[in-house]
Each structure stands twice: as structure tokens, then as C-alpha cells.
């Protein structure tokens, strides 16, 4: 058994600022409602056809290559995280090794919405951590802006939403004590709807349904979101998992140098650091100029905080994330 460890990370938002105000002016809200229920002050839209969530996926997806200092042509495998694909089928992985130019590995999509990042990093490990696979590039990408209710109907749910990608390459870890130590994984199918966006499906409403029925009022091609119920079961569960992945490894919350929380509401967040008496330099926050970007916020923020130097050799780093499925998770690592 080997661990794996993250070599290299990199992200890339879109270079389109997209304030509260500019959002006030096309739907019933204000800076200060979104400011206070979630501190996000702005966030990034793809403009036109600039960018997709596979060519976002892939400009940080070079950019982590580069920094791991691992050849292309090394990557074993694909892990690519998104609730928002390019095209219904295939996913978003294999246009990834296209686009790159990779060998003909293997490459999965993970549908795990805001925890599919977590996802992704714990699946990659498990194929490292056999041996099966030695480099594995693992992408976290989300372009919301264009599925958006952007009318007032929609204003709970489409505030929050920005679009951005990150990616990370894990590499074998030859030193047990180091790399990434346990990821813990659960999810509560039973308030699926709760956090959703129900059409198009295949098996239940499909597109031809939708045009065929005309229906102005239909808003299930929209995301939807029981925010106060969300809220009130990500609280918890970011809570359990993270101290599920601390009881495992012995360690207490003051063990935490940096914990880098999906980001989903800084209310959230700030919730979590006050329960574990974290300070403000061991939680990582970007949400107040990104917004809530799904699969790629956590890495996003993983990237940042480690561009800024406030991850350092031997940190013991935390991810944790919670979102619709429910899923949730939480990947434990000592850099
Ligand atoms: N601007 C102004 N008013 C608004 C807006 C808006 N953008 N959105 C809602 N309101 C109004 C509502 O209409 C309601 O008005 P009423 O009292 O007259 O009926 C009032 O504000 C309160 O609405 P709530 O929905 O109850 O607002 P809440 O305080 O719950 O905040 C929020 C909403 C920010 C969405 C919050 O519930 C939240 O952050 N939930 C968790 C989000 C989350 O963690 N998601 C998981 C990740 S996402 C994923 O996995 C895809």
C-alpha cells in the first residue's frame, strides 16, 4: 500500500466580474441581502462562448501539470467532478484527454454536485494507494451562469452561483506519515429533491417532454434549492465528517492548520470555524469573490491558499464538503 499526495494544483475563473449590483439590476435583490445571508460580494461568468466547463477544467488542469512537475504523458488516469457537463454524454473526462493530448487512460465523471471534488480526490487515492495507478489528474469544473433563473423567481438559488474550474495531481507517496492520510464519504439519498435540478432526465422528463408541453411556469429545468433545510443539514454535517476524519487519525480540531471548506456560504463556514475554534488563519475563504462554484470551489480555494503560502510542508490540511444529494465528505491530509 502506497499514499498518494497532491504534486501539483492550479485554477482558473473567467475574467467577467459579476457584482450584487449588476445582479440588481436584472433581479429583485441587493448587495446587502447577499453580502449578509452569504458574504459573496462577486462572482465569475463565462461570457459567450469563451469557455466550457471542459476548457476551464483544462486550463487548471496545465497549470497543476506544470507545478507537479509530472510529463503529460504520465497521467494514469482521469477523475473529472462537474454537475454541470459540456454534453449530456459522454462527460467532461474524456474530452479532457482529448484536449490535453493524454495517452488513452481511463477517465471517470463524477456526478457528487458540491462534494464531488472530495469524491473525486478519495477515488483517486484508492487507485494509488493499490498501486494500480501512479499519477492521476483529478478536475473540478462548474459553469452555472448559463442555467441560471436570473429572474426574481429564481434569486435564492441563482445569487450564489459562479463559474471557475481547479484541478490537482495526485502522485504516489512513498512516506506513510505524509499524503493524503483517510477520506470519509456518505450521502442521504432521501432529500435527493431537496437540492436539485430535476429535468432534463432520461428516465423521468426529458427535453422533447419540456418543448412539448411549452410550459412558461416549468422550472424544473432550473436548479432548486430548500435553502434554509440545506443549510441547516450542511451545518451538521460538515461538523461529523470533519471530526470522522480527525477521530481516525487521532488528531483534534486544534491539529488543523488550514481547513479548506466547500464553499457555500460563508455563514456556513464561519459556523464550523467557531465550533472547532478555529482562528482565521486555519480556515480558508474565497466565496465573497467567487461565489458558490460547485465540484471547483474547493479546489479553487485549496489552490489559492496554497499560492499564498499559507500551506506549508507538514500542515495538516482538511477538506470537507457538503451539498445536494445529499452527499457529503471529508479528505484528511498531512502535506
Ligand atoms: N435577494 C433578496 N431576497 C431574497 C433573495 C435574494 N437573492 N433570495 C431569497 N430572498 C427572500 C425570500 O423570498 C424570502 O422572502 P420572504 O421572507 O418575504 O418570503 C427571504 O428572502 C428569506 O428567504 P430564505 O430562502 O429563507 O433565505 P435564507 O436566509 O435561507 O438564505 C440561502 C438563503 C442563502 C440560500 C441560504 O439558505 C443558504 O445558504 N443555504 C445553503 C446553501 C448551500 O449550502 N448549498 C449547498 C451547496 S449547493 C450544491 O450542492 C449544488
Not at 136 to 157: A, F, P, Q
Not at 205 to 232: A, C, H
Amino acid at each position: 500500500m502506497y499514499n498518494s499526495k497532491i504534486a501539483g494544483l492550479g485554477f482558473y475563473v473567467p475574467e467577467h466580474v459579476v457584482t450584487n449590483d449588476d445582479l440588481s439590476k436584472v433581479i429583485d435583490t441587493s448587495d446587502e441581502w447577499i453580502q449578509e445571508r452569504t458574504g459573496i460580494m462577486e462572482r465569475r461568468y463565462v461570457e459567450g462562448d469563451e469557455d466550457t466547463t471542459t476548457t476551464m477544467g483544462v486550463k487548471a488542469a496545465r497549470i497543476a501539470i506544470e507545478r507537479s512537475g509530472i510529463d503529460k504523458d504520465e497521467i494514469d488516469f482521469i477523475v473529472f467532478a462537474t454537475l454541470s457537463p459540456d454534453y449530456y454524454f459522454p462527460g467532461p473526462g474524456v474530452l479532457v484527454q482529448r484536449d490535453l493530448g493524454l495517452r488513452t487512460v481511463g477517465a471517470v465523471d463524477v456526478r457528487n454536485q458540491c462534494s464531488g471534488f472530495v469524491y473525486g480526490i478519495s477515488l483517486a487515492d484508492q487507485y494509488i494507494k493499490t498501486g494500480m495507478y501512479k499519477n492521476i489528474l483529478v478536475i473540478g469544473s462548474e459553469l452555472h451562469s448559463k442555467g441560471l433563473d436570473m429572474t426574481t423567481r429564481g434569486r435564492g438559488v441563482s445569487v450564489i452561483f459562479g463559474d471557475g474550474a481547479g484541478a490537482a495531481v495526485l502522485t504516489r507517496e512513498e512516506n506513510p506519515e505524509k499524503g493524503i492520510l483517510s477520506s470519509h464519504l456518505h450521502s442521504e439519498g432521501q432529500h435527493a429533491e431537496e437540492l436539485s435540478l430535476i429535468a432534463p432526465g432520461m428516465g423521468k422528463r426529458w427535453v422533447l417532454d419540456i418543448l412539448k408541453d411549452n410550459d412558461p411556469e416549468d422550472t424544473s429545468y432550473y436548479p432548486y434549492m430548500n435553502g434554509q433545510f440545506v443549510f441547516k443539514n450542511a451545518v451538521v454535517r460538515f461538523s461529523e465528517v470533519i471530526m470522522e476524519g480527525l477521530t481516525k487519525n487521532h488528531l483534534q480540531p486544534s491539529d488543523i492548520d488550514m481547513l479548506i471548506p466547500h464553499q457555500a456560504n460563508l455563514r456556513i463556514s464561519q459556523f464550523i470555524q467557531k465550533k472547532f475554534g478555529l482562528s482565521d488563519d486555519q480556515v480558508y475563504n474565497n466565496i465573497m469573490k467567487y461565489g458558490n462554484t460547485t465540484a471547483a470551489s474547493i479546489p479553487i480555494a485549496l489552490t489559492e491558499a496554497w499560492e499564498k503560502g499559507k500551506i506549508k510542508d507538514g500542515d495538516l490540511v482538511v477538506l470537507a464538503a457538503f451539498g445536494s444529494g445529499f452527499t457529503w465528505g471529508s479528505v484528511i491530509i498531512r502535506w
